[in-house]
């Protein structure tokens, strides 16, 4: 079966899982959290060299202020309890987004996951406080100020999914059609999936009917088989 290299995912509907079940929002994030971590394990136990996860976007941070502290308390209890075990299976966590939008305490926390996962050749990149353009103009800028042209190769290895494999199957859980700001520039030729399932029940079983439909599809990047005869 042809495996993605990297896998994304925007983890959706965890308000609406907590919602149906009468229960606070943070109840359905912590659910999220919970399942995050479990598929995490089960994507990387399927040979899967990079995953990345949409956990909170640049717009997400106009949510009330209740409900983003306790977003925050969970990044928290996420670095300080869970990441290291990413590095002991040899999976290497990096932030993606930009930290300067989160608490202090937050950044920390994620810089320190980082140097202490280092030094692996399989990745969980982790987006908080990530938008799409935002990304795509910081890149863009950097590259210029570094005096390199700027061309598509060097602006992708200026993003902050910079050298890692081209992105190929993007997962959205939580019913929504959408990519929200997440990897614009990366999803270009990436196979979408979406699920009607909200996040926190979105399950392995789950992950793998995608993988299954992933490795059934077309990927022609534009072109034409080369067996299929174009006579004028
Ligand atoms: C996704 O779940 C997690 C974040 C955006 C932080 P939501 O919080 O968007 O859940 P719904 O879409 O309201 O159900
Ligand atoms: C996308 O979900 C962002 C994350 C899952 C982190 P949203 O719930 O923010 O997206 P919209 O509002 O439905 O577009
Ligand atoms: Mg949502």
Same mark, same amino acid.
């Given at each position: 079966m042809t495996l993605p290299e990297h896998v994304a995912i925007i983890m959706d509907g965890n308000g609406r899982w907590a919602q149906k079940r009468m229960l606070p929002r943070l109840a359905g994030h912590r659910a999220g959290m919970k399942r995050m971590i479990a598929l995490a394990d089960h994507i990387f136990s399927c040979d899967i060299r990079c995953l990345t996860i949409f956990a909170l976007s640049t717009e997400n941070l106009g949510r009330p202020r209740e409900e983003l502290e306790g977003l925050f308390d969970l990044f928290r209890e996420y670095f300080t309890e869970y990441a290291a075990k990413l590095g002991k299976g040899g999976v290497s966590l990096r932030v993606i987004g /930009? $930290? *300067? $939008?989160?608490p202090e305490d937050v950044a920390r926390l994620a810089k320190e996951s980082e140097r202490e996962t280092a030094g692996h050749d399989r990745f969980l990149l982790l987006a908080i406080g990530y938008g799409g353009r935002r990304d795509i103009v910081r890149a863009a800028n950097a590259v210029v100020a570094s005096g390199c042209a700027l061309t598509e190769d060097s602006l992708a290895s200026a993003l *902050?999914?910079?050298?890692?494999?081209?992105? /190929?199957l993007l997962i959205r859980t939580g019913k929504e059609q959408r990519l *929200?700001?997440?990897?614009l520039f990366e999803a270009a030729y990436a196979e979408l999936v979406f699920s009607e399932k909200l996040f926190p029940d979105f399950t392995d079983k789950d992950f793998d009917r995608a993988l299954r439909g992933y490795a059934g599809r077309d990927r022609r990047f534009g072109k034409i088989h080369s067996d299929q005869p174009c006579k004028r």
């Open positions: /930009d $930290l *300067s $939008l989160v *902050s999914t910079g050298g890692m494999p081209a992105l /190929d *929200s700001n997440f990897l």
